[in-house]
């Protein structure tokens, strides 16, 4: 068996397929495009899925990949087992309606066990496969896998509800008798059982049934094409290779795990092996997902990074990491696969920036946590739920043995029972999650073997076409009547594309007239109308007319434009580092979304607004150019790094300053735009901005209702002219100011005189000066500044009553002298606050509660001076 880096096993697995006639999929961004029923790409053919659903034709049948993965619904095994990861590669190789069964099992067998490959002995490969798929093991044994090592389990079945289906082959390695301590052999595969000795490195599905409700599986329909999925794990692959007890030991791995030894209290190994593990993982999930557009966020897939970061941050301070370390440890993680990633390092020093912010953001969520535990101290009763614990721990980040521990020192328990009830639910959730992977759905034919050419043309206003194809829910038809959906042999609507709305309008004959709703991209990249009959009915063959909404059409260029000449200004007047997130660009207004970690300044935004008018009036005209993919990425023209470009783009510039990939529609020169004006800037996830702009028109209206309220807002602060608004604005505050400080300076000296009448009052009993506050509506912090004066006091206790009109508050406060006699806010307050049907709770220092028994006030003083006699 040869030894290889794992870049290496990379390269060898994509050579030989390509060798084989198959097409080298780049590998797709980890963040799914257009689609919505994935979070994440979360295996190998998850990026190629549009062609085995019959969405989109492929241009290649036989294609090959190493795919980024990324997985979290086995979080809590991550680190804990030998071979769980949340990010990791998937090797695979495909047919879309080519080779089957006779060709992949020989090219399996080959790849494996030539010495020119990876030369894996016999001898130790291991095979299972479907009982009934007696074809698929007749050709292992024809390759020369010997019989015996071949076990049929009726697991080997690959289906998920309705849909395409089949049996599947998986390939196993032996490492023998060292990681199989109960001498179980080859028993542990016939039991289909888990186990560190057989590796399951490939699995091979033959994708040609197509499952049916209420069918047995007997009598599944074959699939009109047949189709080959595999996935073999990479990182497998290199701990069989490499000799590595388990995958953390790979070359993957090894480079961040090293930069951690290094700087920790304590060795990789023992109790501490998981948490370099976790740490491992997570900074790679975390590079890569970042790397590729992800943001952290309360929500969806940022919810899921914060939870990766969160994790790791704990486990770096079980080993003493400071704050900062999980993002130095991205530059390593780059740097050590920047062989098949180099965009990697174009992304780093951004990405860096992006962990440590969280980072420091995560010590305030540890204080959050602080919080919501004293808040539950306080509460009355003497246990802590095990739902809030729960809480605390999955939302907060904060251990559930610190809550347990901080609990017992305030006299608390918590309900642990119901803590890992709800966290096994938890786990539960995600097991079944992982067995619920998004199943293709059924294979379009009718879209996917529509293949009839359709133009679409730019410019022409109003053209006259011939009906080729009609379809209603997805089904070919000959005629609509009322709904449905057309392809004409040429358009001139817009399909909905990179941001921009799709064309409405109308189709028109002598005998018919539809309206046409919206337009999409069919399989084959023709233009798919649908539309809804006025009257009349369309046939395959007919001539109609085409009438797009040219007025709709055209505001929505001058916002297409403006988008443009906002990027490349946005870029000059703020940073290169800000791309494109995302962007919506209809009839109505701009919308673009872009990557940033602060908001806008007004002085940006007026630079931006003053650079786009000036390019506005400058009557720059618009050039467009279809170009070779690699021949345009040299002039620098700006696209999205996560979009997959034909062989053939279109480039849209404005002379020199903006030059974009783009297939929308725009003005023919800047000038048609009129007028740009930025409306809304504000956040949407962490490190992503939205602007919202108006142009031409509708910006006019924005900014004359602007200038409406201006004046009004003049005559109500007494001027004639809008000149003098801002200072006298600013006057009007600062008066308001100044009379806020005044109130709060008579506050604090009616609090101060309350205070040395208490001291007056107060009591010396056995050494301790026992002070008493009747308050009436004060605020928190006069509260808080009563209770510092009082406790400035050496040897002294404080009790506060603070009566409102509904419930009123009570306060204990314990000066560091009086906390070394042993007594305890927290004691001391339940106690009183019984007394006045309240309750409370807090520190040892200090105590909170509220009452609502103000009759008693009386009873609760004497019980508080009678505690210290």
Not at 216 to 226: A, G, S, T
Not at 580 to 596: I, K, S
Not at 819 to 826: D, R, T
Request: glycine share 6%; proline share 2%.
């Amino acid at each position: 068996m040869r030894k290889m880096t794992g870049d290496e096993i990379r390269d060898t697995w994509l050579n030989f397929f390509a060798s084989k006639g198959h097409y080298i999929e780049p590998s797709a961004n980890l963040i799914p495009n257009n689609d919505p029923s994935l979070l994440w790409i979360n295996a190998g053919v998850s990026a190629l899925k549009k062609y085995f659903d019959g969405s989109k034709r492929p241009e290649h049948r036989r294609i090959t990949n190493a795919q980024k993965c990324l997985r979290t619904n086995d979080i809590e095994n991550v680190g804990h087992t030998s071979r769980h990861h949340t990010f990791f590669e998937m090797l695979g190789n495909f047919s879309i309606g080519d080779y089957f069964r006779n060709e992949v099992i020989p090219w399996a067998f080959e790849l494996l066990t030539s010495d020119k490959y990876f030369g894996f002995p016999v001898e130790k490969l291991y095979v299972t496969y479907y009982p009934d798929d007696l074809e698929t093991r007749n050709l292992w044994i024809k390759c020369g896998m010997i019989e015996s090592h071949l076990v049929p389990l009726k697991s080997n079945f690959w289906e998920i509800g309705e849909g395409p289906c089949g049996p599947d082959t998986e390939i196993y390695f032996d490492r023998g008798e060292k990681y199989d301590p109960s001498n179980k052999g080859v028993a542990m595969l016939f039991n289909d059982e888990d186990n560190d000795r057989y590796i399951e490195i490939w699995n091979i599905v033959f994708s040609q049934y197509n499952a049916k409700k209420g069918l047995k599986r007997e009598d599944y329909p074959e699939l009109p094409q047949k189709n080959i999925d595999t996935g073999a794990g990479l990182e497998r692959i290199a701990c069989v290779i490499q000799g590595a007890d388990t995958n953390f030991e790979t070359d993957f791995f090894s480079p961040i795990i090293s930069a951690i030894e290094a700087n920790a209290k304590y060795s990789y190994q023992g109790e501490y092996k998981s948490s370099y593990r976790i740490i491992a993982d997570h900074v790679r999930a975390l590079t890569f997902t970042l790397s590729d557009g992800a943001m952290f966020s309360n929500e969806s897939r940022g919810y899921v990074l914060r939870r990766l970061l969160r994790r790791a941050e704990r486990h770096a301070r079980k080993l003493g990491l400071q704050e900062g370390f999980l993002a130095d440890l991205v530059n390593v993680c780059a740097n050590s696969m920047s062989h098949f990633y180099p965009y990697l390092l174009d992304n780093v020093d951004r990405v860096h920036k992006m962990v440590l912010q969280e980072e420091k953001r995560f010590s305030k969520t540890l204080s959050q946590g602080e919080d919501m535990l004293s808040h539950l101290l306080s509460k009355d009763g003497d246990i802590i739920s095990g739902e809030d614990a729960f809480k605390l721990s999955d939302t907060y980040g904060f251990p559930v043995e610190l809550t347990v521990e901080i609990a017992a020192e305030n006299g608390k328990k918590v309900d642990t029972d119901t803590y890992y009830k709800l966290l096994n639910e938890q786990k539960e959730r995600a097991r079944k999650a992982r067995k619920d992977l998004a199943s293709f759905a059924s294979q379009d034919k009718d879209f996917l073997e529509f293949v009839t050419p359709s133009e679409f043309t730019y410019e022409e206003k109003e053209i006259k076409s011939k009906v080729i194809g009609l379809f209603i829910d997805g089904k070919k038809v000959d005629e609509i009547s009322s709904e449905g959906e057309v392809i004409f042999e040429k358009t001139n609507f817009y399909a909905e594309s990179g941001g921009q709305a799709s064309d409405t309008g109308t189709i028109v004959s002598d005998s018919l007239e539809a309206e046409v709703t919206s337009v999409i991209k069919a399989p084959n990249k023709q233009n798919l109308h649908s539309v809804k009959l006025l009257y009349g009915t369309i046939h395959i063959g007919d001539e109609l007319v085409l009438k797009p909404d040219f007025i709709k059409r055209q505001a929505t260029e001058k916002n297409h434009s403006a988008a443009h000449l906002f990027q490349a200004a946005l870029q000059k007047v703020v940073s290169s580092d800000c791309h494109q997130a995302g962007q919506l660009v209809n009839d109505d207004e701009m919308r673009f979304d872009f990557t940033l970690d602060r908001k806008l300044t007004q002085d940006e935004i007026a630079q931006i607004e003053k650079l786009v008018n000036e390019q506005i009036a400058s009557d720059i005209p618009c050039l467009t150019q279809v170009m070779d993919k690699e021949e345009a990425l040299k002039t620098s023209a700006m696209h999205l790094f996560n979009e997959k470009y034909d062989d053939k783009v279109r480039v849209v510039s404005f002379g020199e300053v903006s030059k974009e990939f783009c297939g929308g529609t725009h003005v023919k020169s800047t000038s048609e735009i009129g007028l740009f004006t930025i409306v809304s800037e504000q956040a949407i996830a962490s490190g992503v901005r939205r602007v919202v702009a108006l142009t031409s028109y509708k910006a006019f209206e924005y900014l004359q209702e602007k200038s409406r309220l201006l004046l009004d807002l003049a005559k109500e602060l007494g001027l004639s002219s809008t000149s003098g608004v801002l200072s006298k604005l600013q006057q009007v505050i600062q008066d308001k100011k100044n009379l806020l400080k005044e109130v709060e300076t008579y506050k604090a000296k009616f609090a101060q005189a309350e205070v040395d009448k208490i001291k007056k009052d107060g009591k010396l009993i056995n050494g301790t000066e026992v002070f008493v506050a009747k308050l009436t509506n004060y605020d928190k912090q006069q509260v808080n500044d009563v209770l510092n004066s009082l406790i400035s006091v050496d040897s002294s206790a404080v009790l506060i009553l603070n009566l409102k009109e509904k419930k009123s508050e009570i306060c204990v406060g314990l000066n560091k002298t009086t906390l070394e006699k042993g007594y305890s806010a927290n004691k001391l307050l339940k106690e009183v606050a019984q007394v006045l049907a309240g309750s409370g709770g807090g520190k040892n220092d200090v105590a909170y509660g509220g009452f609502a028994d103000k009759s008693r006030l009386d009873v609760a003083q004497k019980l508080f001076e009678e505690k210290f006699n």
